[in-house]
C-alpha cells in the first residue's frame, strides 16, 4: 500500500475454537498484500490470535505453532478436578502455562499493536473489555466455554467466554477508534456444522510431534508439553481410569446409554455455537468488510486440521482483497 493511509484499520477476529484458525490465514492474506492493521478486537479463539499477532505484527511463528504442534499430546493435558467439578471441569492452570508459552508472558503496554480482548460476567452476563494488564490472563478469560472451564477471576470479576456476549467484537474495535473495519466471523449457520459426535471417524491429518525447526518458540512449546505431561502422567491416567470405569457402567447397565449420545461438552459447544450464530449476524453488519471462511466441517476441537482452516482463511481473506483495497483508497 502507499504511504498515504487515510483509513485507521481495525480487526475483529470472532471466536470459534479450532475453526478460528482460520484467522491465522485471514492475517497472512493481509501482510502479503500489505495491508496493515492499526488495532485489533478479539473474542474467544480471535483473542488468542488477535494477541499473538498484536505482540510483534507477524503471525509466521503461531501458524508454525498450529502446524507442528502434537495436538494429541496437547489434548491430554486438560486438568480435570473431579473436586471442584461443580465450578467448572477443568481448572485451567495448564492452560495458562501453555498459553504463556504460546504468546509469551508479555502485558498490553508492550504489544506493537493495540489489542483488546473481549471477556463475559459470569454473574451479570456483561461484556467486559480488558486492554491492560496481563495479556496470558485476558486471553484465558476469554476462552473459558462456561461450564467447561473455571470462570477466570481477573479483578473482582469472574470472566468467561467473550464469545457469549460478542462473539464478532465489530463494536469493540471501533470504539477503539477505527475508522475502517474488517471482521473475520468462522461461525457458521447451524445446518452447515459438522455434527461434532459423528460416527464416522475422520482420517487425522500429519502431526510432528517432535519438531524438526529452529523456531525457540514452538521448541519451548513442544518442551513444555513434554514435561507437563511428565509431571501429571500420575494424575492423568488415574483420571482415564475414572472415566473408562463411569463409560462401562453406562453403557453396559441395565439401562444402556446409547453411545452416540452428545456428550455434555459437544451439548454445550452446540447450544454456544447456535446463539453466537445469531448474535454474529447483528454484529458484523457495523464491519466494512465482512471475511466468513467455511469451515464449518472443522469440529471444535479438531485444532489438528489446522492447515485446512488457515489455507480457508487465507482464500476466503484473498478474494475481498480488492475490495479492501477500493473502500479504503
Not at 55 to 72: H, N, P, S, Y
Not at 164 to 182: C, E, N, Q, R
Not at 220 to 240: A, G, P, S, V
Request: overall charge positive; hydrophobic content about 45%; charged content about 25%.
Amino acid at each position: 500500500m502507499s504511504g498515504e493511509k487515510k483509513q485507521k484499520i481495525g480487526l475483529a477476529l470472532g471466536s470459534g475454537a479450532a475453526r478460528g484458525l482460520a484467522h491465522i490465514g485471514v492475517l497472512k492474506a493481509l501482510i502479503e498484500e500489505g495491508i496493515s492493521v492499526d488495532m485489533i478486537a478479539g473474542s474467544s479463539m480471535g483473542a488468542l490470535v488477535g494477541a499473538c499477532y498484536a505482540r510483534k505484527g507477524e503471525i509466521a511463528g503461531l501458524e508454525e505453532l498450529v502446524l507442528k504442534t502434537d495436538w494429541k499430546q496437547l489434548v491430554r493435558l486438560a486438568d480435570p478436578n473431579l473436586a471442584l467439578m461443580f465450578k467448572g471441569f477443568i481448572h485451567g492452570q495448564k492452560v495458562k502455562e501453555l498459553l504463556r508459552a504460546i504468546i509469551g508472558d508479555i502485558e498490553f503496554k508492550d504489544l506493537k499493536i493495540p489489542l483488546a480482548v473481549v471477556a463475559t460476567d459470569a454473574k451479570t452476563g456483561e461484556e467486559v473489555i480488558i486492554k491492560e494488564g496481563s495479556v496470558v490472563e485476558a486471553v484465558r478469560a476469554s476462552i473459558c466455554i462456561p461450564a467447561i472451564f473455571m470462570p477466570v477471576k481477573l479483578k473482582n470479576r469472574f470472566l468467561i467466554d467473550g464469545g457469549i456476549v460478542s462473539p464478532v467484537p465489530v463494536k469493540v474495535v471501533k470504539d477503539m477508534g477505527a475508522t475502517f473495519v474488517i471482521a473475520c466471523n468462522v461461525i457458521q449457520e447451524p445446518q452447515k456444522r459438522k455434527v461434532l459426535n459423528s460416527p464416522k471417524k475422520q482420517k487425522l491429518s500429519v502431526l510432528i510431534s517432535k519438531p524438526q525447526t529452529k523456531n525457540i518458540a514452538l521448541l519451548t512449546l513442544n518442551n513444555k508439553i513434554d514435561k507437563l505431561i511428565q509431571e501429571n502422567k500420575n494424575r492423568i491416567q488415574k483420571f482415564q481410569r475414572f472415566i473408562d470405569g463411569l463409560k462401562e457402567r453406562l453403557y453396559k447397565g441395565t439401562q444402556r446409554i446409547d453411545p452416540d449420545t452428545p456428550s455434555i461438552f459437544d451439548a454445550i459447544i452446540q447450544a454456544l455455537y447456535a446463539m453466537e450464530y445469531e448474535i454474529a449476524k447483528l454484529k458484523v453488519k457495523g464491519a466494512n468488510i465482512v471475511i466468513s471462511p467455511e469451515v464449518g466441517h472443522i469440529a471444535a476441537l479438531e485444532f489438528y486440521q489446522g492447515k485446512e482452516a488457515i489455507g480457508t482463511g487465507y482464500r476466503a481473506a484473498m478474494k475481498v482483497v480488492p475490495d479492501i483495497r477500493k473502500l479504503i483508497s
